[in-house]
């Protein structure tokens, strides 16, 4: 195990862990409470700016890394620390960088391509803030789990 790879991890996936609580605690229910086609076009312009700002490197190479620390443990999975650290990489890689790529992105995907005035709008909004915000969750607590772990494992 690689004590420089599991310090870098640990604080990408917490970095993970703090955007997604972001918006699971606060920017979600702001979103919410203003009108749709204003909530529908923040939203719209937060998912470019995310893949276009430094959250798209933080994101992608945080699964990166969960990747390379399950590569280095898994030969060593009769130690408590590396099952620790190979469980947190697996928790996040599932739980952040999959649920991401497998929920919430083809929900960003399917909004870009909402009108905001469309007389549906309301109810496709409506559908997409209740199922993003259930995955964010899930992110959320994958990456502050898995943070932990890693964590537990390192010390």
Request: charged share 10%; with cysteine.
């Amino acid at each position: 195990m690689n004590p420089h790879l599991n310090l870098v991890t640990i604080l990408a996936c917490g970095l993970m862990a703090g955007v997604f609580f972001t918006f699971s605690s606060f920017v979600m229910k702001a979103l919410e409470k203003i009108p749709a086609a204003e909530g529908i076009s923040a939203m719209q312009s937060i998912n470019v700016c995310a893949v276009k700002s430094w959250f798209l490197p933080a994101f992608l190479g945080s699964g990166v890394l969960c990747l390379a620390v399950t590569a280095t443990t898994v030969g060593k999975l009769d130690l408590p620390a590396a099952r620790l650290m190979f469980a947190g990489a697996v928790i996040h890689f599932v739980g952040c960088f999959l649920v991401t790529m497998v929920f919430n992105v083809p929900l960003n995907n399917g909004l870009a391509a909402v009108s905001a005035n469309a007389p549906a709008s309301t109810e496709t909004w409506s559908d997409y803030l209740s199922r993003w915000t259930m995955w964010n969750h899930v992110r959320t607590l994958s990456s502050f789990v898995a943070t932990l772990l890693l964590v537990m494992g390192r010390a």
